[in-house]
C-alpha cells in the first residue's frame, strides 16, 4: 500500500476516528482526508455524493456513528437505528459508485446475539435474538456487515467489516448522560475522590463480564487491515480475555487512587451476561492486540486529568 493513496477517516475526531488518523500518520500516510460532522452530514446522501466526487478518496475508513451507552441507546431508539443506518449507508454507496476500492467499516461486538455461546464467534452473526437495551444500534450495524459483504461478493471489492470489542482510551467520552461503563467508572471515581473519597454507586450488580480494547490497539489493527487483504468480510477485533465489572471497578479504584466505598444499584440493568469476543480469526489474519488493560487504564487516566475541561458532550 503506496502512502500516498488518499484516505477519508469518516468521523476523524472521534475517539475511534483520532486514534486511526494519528496512526496512519505516524505510518507515513500523507494524504488524509477527515471532515467534521458540521462540515459534512453524513445523513445527508446528497453531501455526501458531492464530497466524493470532489475528493475521489482511494480507501475509506468509517469511524462515524452515533454511538452511547445503555441509557442514550434506551432512550434513542429511532436515532441509534436510523442516523446509524444513513450514515453507513451513504458513506458504502457513494463508496461503491466512485469506485473506492478498500472501504473498512467498524460496528460492535453487539451485533451478535444475547445469549450466543462464548467466546463469539464470526459465525455466530445472526444466529438468536439482540439485547434488547442497544438492539437498534445493533440491527443498524448488522445492515452496514452486509452491505460490505453484498458488495464484496457481488462486485470482488476488498470491502470488510472489523467489529471491536468494547473500547477504552484517550478521547474517550467522559459524559456520565452518554459515557460507555469504563470512562463513565473513571470519572465517578476521580470525582469521588476530588470529594474526599465519598462512596461510588455503580449500576447493576458488578458480575457481567466484559473484554476491554485500548483504542491504539484497534487503530493498529485497522492500519493492518488496510496493508493486508484479508479472505473474508467479518473480523473481530479484541484481547481474546475478559474480567468481572466489579474487577474492573477495583482496578479503576486503584489506578485513580480513590479510597472510598463501592456501592452496586442492582437496580439498575446489567445488560448481556458475559461478553468475550474470539479473536482467532483476526489471529490467524496476523494480528493481535498489544496493550494490556493495566497498562491502558493508566493511560487513559493520564489522558482524561490532561483534558478534563476539553470533554465533549454528545447532543441527542
Ligand atoms: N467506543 C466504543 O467502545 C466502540 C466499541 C466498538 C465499536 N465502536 C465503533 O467505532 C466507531 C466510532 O466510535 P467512537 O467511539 O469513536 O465514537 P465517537 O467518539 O462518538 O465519534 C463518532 C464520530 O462520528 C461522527 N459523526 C456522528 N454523526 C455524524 C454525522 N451525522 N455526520 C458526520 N459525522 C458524524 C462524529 O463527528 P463530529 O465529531 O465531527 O461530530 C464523531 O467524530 C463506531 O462505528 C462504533 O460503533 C466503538
Known sequence: MTKTIKIYIAGHRGMVGSAIWRALEAKGYNKLVGKTSKELDLRNKEAVEAFFDQEKPDVVIDAAARVGGILANNNYPYQFLMENMQIQNNLIDSSLSTDVQKFIFLGSSCIYPKLAPQPLKEEYLLTGPLEPTNEWYAIAKITGVKACEAIRKQFGKDYISLMPTNL????????????????????????????????????????????????????????????????????????GTD??????????????????????????????????????????????????????????????????????????
Do not use: C
Open 168 to 239: 477504552y482510551g484517550t478521547h474517550d467520552n467522559f459524559d456520565l448522560n452518554t459515557s460507555h461503563v469504563l470512562p463513565a467508572m473513571m470519572r465517578k471515581f476521580h470525582e469521588a475522590k476530588e470529594n474526599g473519597n465519598t462512596a461510588v454507586e455503580l449500576w447493576g450488580s458488578g458480575t457481567p463480564k466484559r473484554e476491554f480494547l485500548f483504542v491504539e490497539d484497534l487503530a493498529d489493527a485497522v492500519v493492518y487491515s488496510l496493508e493486508n487483504k484479508f479472505q473474508d468480510n467479518l473480523y473481530n477485533v479484541g484481547t
Open 243 to 316: 474480567l468481572t465489572i466489579k474487577e474492573l471497578a477495583e482496578l479503576i479504584q486503584k489506578t485513580v487512587g480513590h479510597t472510598g466505598e463501592i456501592k452496586w444499584d442492582s437496580s439498575k440493568p446489567d445488560g448481556t451476561p458475559r461478553k468475550l469476543m474470539d479473536v482467532s480469526k483476526m489471529e490467524q489474519a496476523g494480528w493481535k492486540a498489544k496493550v494490556g488493560l493495566e497498562e491502558g487504564i493508566t493511560r487513559t487516566y493520564e489522558w482524561f486529568l490532561e483534558n478534563q475541561e476539553t470533554f465533549k458532550q454528545v447532543k441527542l
